[in-house]
């Protein structure tokens, strides 16, 4: 690309000399807004690429952790020493601060995506299958699940129940 604007050599019409510099002046200002688009592009590409890298190393973290939260969590509800609560606590709250939260409550619907049904109660007390005991918690960050929480079920009869039980 030739950077040097054409010279006036005083033979040319100065009106076609001043229309070839504005044509020039276009050009290079056209390819100034394409580098500076392509550059903000590259930026914000970059930017995507450190968080999704972020999310990542955080994720591969918080799985590694999940063995740990959950031997204090069992050690809290085993013992109730005020140093196994504490640690318990601040490394939920460490870990919640990363990102995670806690998933699988009891009473609350029951969800395939985010459950695991190790046992089903049929009832006819309700209407949707709902998490009656949470057998071990399951974890997510953001939209992200880690690992499902493995719960107890109960729900309506299914069609073999219902007809099993008239019989």
Request: proline share 8%; aromatic share 2%.
């Amino acid at each position: 690309m030739n950077r040097e604007p054409p010279r006036n050599t005083g033979s040319g019409d100065p009106r076609t000399e001043a229309e070839q510099l504005r044509a020039r002046l276009a050009e290079l200002t056209a390819d100034l807004q394409r580098v500076k688009a392509e550059y903000d592009n590259y930026r914000k590409r970059v930017r995507r690429d450190r968080l999704a890298v972020r999310e990542i190393a955080v994720v591969n973290v918080l799985t590694g952790l999940l063995p740990v939260l959950d031997a204090a969590d069992e050690a809290r509800a085993r013992e109730h020493d005020p140093g196994t609560e504490a640690v318990a606590r601040v490394l939920g709250n460490r870990l919640a601060a990363l990102g995670l939260q806690s998933v699988g409550e009891p009473g609350e619907p029951f969800d395939p995506t985010a459950h695991e049904a190790l046992t089903y109660t049929p009832s006819d007390a309700v209407a949707r299958p709902v998490c009656t005991a949470v057998l071990r918690h399951g974890y997510r960050v953001g939209d992200r699940l880690l690992r499902p929480a493995q719960v107890s079920v109960t729900g309506p009869p299914t069609g073999d129940e219902a007809t099993g039980a008239a019989m």
